[in-house]
């Protein structure tokens, strides 16, 4: 079975990956996409054969000035098989907009 990272861009670049979807059509937002609009997070997906599928399908963002948690933030990045996990762990947090990575828990 394949890996599967969990990806969580600062609150800045998930507003433009939201931009980004919103523009291709709501409809899109719930499907695997090849690229999230964010150019050395994309490059090292390309790099690795990675894709990314929204981890919380069907949310919508809070309210602008909320505190509440931005469910369409999360991602997952969905690795060939055969990919080094701690390889592309270390060059996917090397990605300076990245709040957060890592294995994702979730089952297939």
Same mark, same amino acid.
């Given at each position: 079975?394949?890996?599967?990272?969990?990806?969580?861009?600062?609150?800045?670049?998930?507003?433009?990956?939201?931009?980004? =979807?919103?523009?291709? =059509?709501?409809?899109?937002?719930?499907?695997?996409?090849?690229?999230? =609009?964010?150019?050395?997070?994309?490059?090292?997906?390309?790099?690795?054969?990675?894709?990314?599928?929204?981890?919380?399908? =069907?949310?919508? &963002?809070?309210?602008?000035?909320?505190?509440?948690?931005?469910?369409?933030?999360?991602?997952?990045?969905?690795? &060939?098989?055969?990919?080094?996990?701690?390889?592309?762990?270390?060059?996917?947090?090397?990605?300076?907009?990245?709040?957060?990575?890592?294995?994702?828990?979730?089952? &297939?």
């Amino acid at each position: 079975m394949a890996d599967r990272l969990e990806v969580r861009p600062a609150p800045a670049a998930a507003a433009r990956v939201r931009a980004g =979807g919103q523009r291709s =059509g709501s409809a899109t937002a719930d499907l695997a996409r090849p690229r999230l =609009g964010l150019a050395a997070l994309d490059a090292v997906a390309g790099e690795l054969g990675a894709w990314f599928e929204p981890e919380y399908r =069907g949310e919508m &963002p809070p309210p602008a000035g909320s505190a509440d948690a931005d469910f369409t933030a999360f991602y997952i990045a969905q690795l &060939p098989e055969g990919t080094d996990l701690e390889s592309a762990l270390s060059r996917l947090g090397s990605w300076p907009m990245c709040g957060t990575r890592g294995p994702s828990r979730c089952c &297939p």
